[in-house]
């Protein structure tokens, strides 16, 4: 009925009347999203976007919010983590949209993208699909694809509480202090069961290796050497055709809680070289 009624509109009138609906019905695909902004408050200011990980929130990059300087900083809580409404979605690309609409909201065109994890698996997407909506990427343990094994998968899946102590599968290097271990499992509430699932099943499916020359902004990676989830499936630096790549002594997949000095470091020389006239 809206289509053979524009049908007999003039071309303004249909114009004025699909914006209308846009308002009326908003896209489905749109999740309302919470975040919290750091740093800079100017909006002409550059801009970087911090996705957290599986199960996670804005406050995972407490460490780079305290302590980055010149830039203004985003910190999102991912659909149905957090402060943000539900659902979590179960394909990674799913994001995009609520993050792109919050961006515009916030008129915010060509920010950095930086994600840890699922959130850098979702930057990614976010570049494959909308290049000429980022300027440049940060990925901190985030490769192409994630080696997510079937019986992590049932153990997520049927017995919850043991997934989260499972040694096989926790984050952290071997070297990193039960303090820091314990801040990080104070820092921020923890999610249910059903969206780390959902966050799981989103990182299974997740394969764009052969994508990856696609992407020619440039990016950051950062990984820790005791990453046990990407252990076997670190090829950023094989098929990025712009990448800066460091591996970080000492830290597993939380880089950014076991070496938060060395991450920030990394962030800001990038920050500071796309800020400089090419």
């Known amino acids: 009925m809206v289509c053979r009624t524009l049908q007999w509109l003039p071309e303004f009138a249909a114009t004025q009347w699909l914006r209308l609906l846009e308002q009326i019905m908003p896209d489905p ?21 911090l996705l957290h990980g599986m199960g996670g929130g804005h406050w995972v990059w407490r460490h780079q919010t305290n302590a980055l300087a010149g830039w203004r900083l985003i ?14 979605p179960r394909r990674v690309h799913e994001h995009v949209p609520s993050l792109l ?19 850098g698996a979702i930057a990614m997407e976010l570049v494959l699909e909308h290049p000429e909506r980022a300027s440049a990427l940060i990925l901190v343990g985030a490769p192409p694809e994630f080696d997510v094994p ?19 599968w926790l984050p952290w290097s071997d070297a990193t202090a039960p303090e820091v271990r314990a801040a990080y499992a ?3 509430p923890a999610a249910s069961p059903s969206v780390v699932l959902s966050d799981l ?16 902004c440039p990016v950051l990676v950062i990984t820790g050497v005791e990453d046990r989830y990407i252990d076997k499936i ?6 990025l055709p712009s990448v800066r790549y460091h591996e970080v002594p000492a830290a597993g997949h939380l880089v950014m809680w076991e ?20």
């Not at 910190?75 to 979590?88: F, K, T, Y």
């Open 101 to 119: 609409h919050l961006a515009d909201s916030l008129s915010i065109q060509r920010p950095v993208w930086c994600g840890h994890s699922l959130g």
């Open 259 to 278: 070496q938060p000095s060395v991450t920030n470091r990394l962030i800001e020389e990038f920050m500071t070289e796309m800020r400089r006239p090419t």
């Open 150 to 168: 079937p019986e992590r998968m049932h153990l997520v899946r049927h017995h919850p509480a043991e997934a989260r102590s499972d040694r096989r």
């Open 29 to 49: 695909r749109i999740t309302s999203l919470h975040y919290e902004s750091f740093g800079l408050q100017d909006p002409a200011a550059p801009t970087l976007f």
């Open 75 to 88: 910190a999102v809580d991912l659909a149905g983590h957090g402060r943000s409404a539900p659902p979590a």
């Open 201 to 216: 099943e989103a990182l299974a499916r997740f394969k764009i290796t052969g994508l990856l020359p696609d992407i020619a």
């Open 186 to 188: 104070a820092a921020g």
């Open 234 to 239: 670190r090829l950023e630096r094989q098929y």
